[in-house]
């Protein structure tokens, strides 16, 4: 019987998967699955108990078996893993996110990596003894290989939905990412500069993040297709702990930037409104108008933006919650959903 239990329990788990592709929860009754496989109810028995001791589907007395996590047995707790809950862009889309997924009798946990792998993995490791309904995962970084890749497939394995948020790692392969296009948003701002007159155009970029290298490529994209000149010179590329140093109020890196970087060109696309409203600080304190000097453009759409009159490329934070939220609703219903790419919106204001 050891031989035949064994390739039962590997068949039902390949089903498994195609279950939960095709939105059902519930398996077979015994009855069923004896006569599918041509074998005892002892044997079919054995493949079951195989499966739940292994988490991935779970046993009701007089009612049958069910994928593990599945509307019949999971939590209510959705876990949003990001780097920092408190950065100037996720206060108001946490908010908006608790509430729509508290209106569908969900509840929304924040934890904050502190942009660490090691911060990243305590966490991934705690969810793999209490399982939530859904875990939504802003990456640390995913342009190097990261050792937590393992930990977030021991949760898919175990039928518990990942979402990615923003950007993604390579696995699993069907997790759905909810983000935007990082190379159409560059031509935008590049096609908008070019309208305005500016044909020498620098850029600040993020280089640990594949947010900030997809900007950047479309950047110098973005400048062919318009016939305009790329110049290495005049990009900055930033890594996290110098976007924390910035942010601190270390001016040196930008005022480098307008030294030496800046020079011939007239405008600035930056990373996000944080880099902007710092970079128009540093360029005012040197002498120099925004935007009669140099124009500065960015990402987010955020309160930087709005209070400074930054002209911002960004989307509706309620938009993005709400995409979120039936996402989420969704994949913890065993449905088959689909990546989300959200549209930006350009909003201009006095800074360029």
């Given at each position: 019987?050891?031989?035949?239990?064994?390739?039962?329990?590997?068949?039902?788990?390949?089903?498994?998967?195609?279950?939960?592709?095709?939105?059902?929860?519930?398996?077979p009754?015994?009855?069923?699955?004896?006569?599918?496989f041509?074998?005892?109810?002892q044997?079919?028995?054995?493949?079951?108990?195989?499966?739940?001791?292994?988490?991935?589907?779970?046993?009701r007395?007089g009612s049958?078996?069910?994928?593990?996590?599945?509307?019949?047995?999971?939590?209510?707790?959705?876990?949003?893993?990001?780097?920092?809950?408190?950065?100037?862009?996720?206060?108001?889309?946490?908010?908006?996110?608790?509430?729509?997924?508290?209106?569908?009798?969900?509840?929304?946990?924040?934890?904050?990596?502190?942009?660490?792998?090691?911060?990243?993995?305590?966490i991934?490791?705690e969810?793999?003894?209490?399982?939530?309904?859904?875990?939504?995962?802003?990456?640390?970084?995913n342009v190097?290989?990261n050792?937590?890749?393992?930990?977030?497939?021991?949760?898919?394995?175990?039928?518990?939905?990942?979402i990615?948020?923003?950007?993604?790692?390579?696995?699993?392969?069907?997790?759905?990412?909810?983000?935007?296009?990082?190379?159409?948003?560059?031509?935008?701002?590049?096609?908008?500069?070019?309208?305005?007159?500016?044909?020498?155009?620098?850029?600040?970029?993020?280089?640990?993040?594949?947010?900030?290298?997809?900007r950047?490529?479309?950047?110098?994209?973005?400048l062919g297709?318009?016939?305009?000149?790329?110049?290495?010179?005049?990009?900055?590329?930033?890594?996290?702990?110098?976007?924390?140093?910035?942010?601190?109020?270390?001016?040196?890196?930008?005022?480098?930037?307008?030294?030496d970087?800046l020079?011939?060109?007239?405008a600035?696309?930056?990373?996000?409104d944080?880099?902007?409203?710092?970079?128009?600080?540093?360029?005012?304190?040197?002498?120099?108008?925004?935007?009669?000097?140099?124009?500065?453009?960015?990402?987010?759409?955020?309160?930087y933006?709005?209070?400074?009159?930054?002209?911002?490329?960004?989307?509706?934070?309620?938009n993005?919650?709400?995409i979120?939220?039936?996402?989420?609703?969704?994949?913890?219903?065993h449905?088959?959903i689909?990546?989300?790419?959200?549209?930006?919106?350009?909003?201009?204001?006095n800074?360029?």
């Amino acid at each position: 019987m050891a031989a035949k239990y064994r390739e039962i329990a590997y068949k039902l788990e390949l089903e498994l998967r195609q279950m939960r592709s095709d939105g059902r929860t519930r398996l077979p009754a015994e009855a069923e699955l004896c006569s599918m496989f041509s074998c005892s109810r002892q044997t079919v028995r054995a493949a079951l108990d195989d499966l739940a001791q292994r988490g991935l589907i779970v046993k009701r007395k007089g009612s049958g078996s069910y994928l593990a996590g599945s509307i019949t047995d999971r939590s209510s707790t959705v876990v949003l893993i990001i780097e920092d809950e408190d950065e100037y862009t996720n206060p108001s889309f946490i908010s908006r996110l608790r509430q729509m997924l508290k209106d569908r009798k969900y509840e929304l946990i924040c934890r904050s990596t502190g942009g660490l792998i090691s911060g990243e993995a305590e966490i991934l490791s705690e969810l793999q003894q209490e399982p939530p309904a859904a875990v939504i995962i802003e990456p640390v970084n995913n342009v190097i290989p990261n050792p937590n890749i393992s930990l977030i497939c021991g949760l898919h394995s175990k039928g518990i939905p990942v979402i990615y948020l923003r950007t993604s790692y390579p696995e699993p392969r069907e997790a759905p990412m909810i983000g935007e296009d990082n190379k159409e948003g560059p031509a935008i701002l590049v096609r908008h500069l070019k309208e305005r007159g500016h044909t020498n155009i620098a850029g600040i970029f993020r280089c640990d993040d594949s947010r900030g290298l997809m900007r950047y490529q479309g950047f110098y994209e973005a400048l062919g297709d318009a016939n305009l000149p790329f110049d290495e010179q005049g990009v900055l590329m930033i890594s996290s702990s110098d976007r924390k140093r910035i942010m601190r109020g270390d001016n040196s890196l930008l005022t480098r930037f307008i030294n030496d970087n800046l020079r011939g060109k007239t405008a600035v696309i930056c990373q996000n409104d944080e880099i902007a409203f710092r970079l128009i600080q540093v360029l005012n304190n040197n002498g120099k108008r925004v935007p009669g000097d140099v124009a500065v453009v960015s990402f987010d759409d955020s309160y930087y933006a709005s209070s400074a009159g930054i002209t911002s490329l960004g989307h509706s934070s309620r938009n993005m919650s709400s995409i979120v939220s039936d996402q989420v609703t969704a994949a913890i219903e065993h449905k088959r959903i689909p990546a989300v790419c959200i549209e930006w919106r350009l909003n201009v204001r006095n800074s360029g």
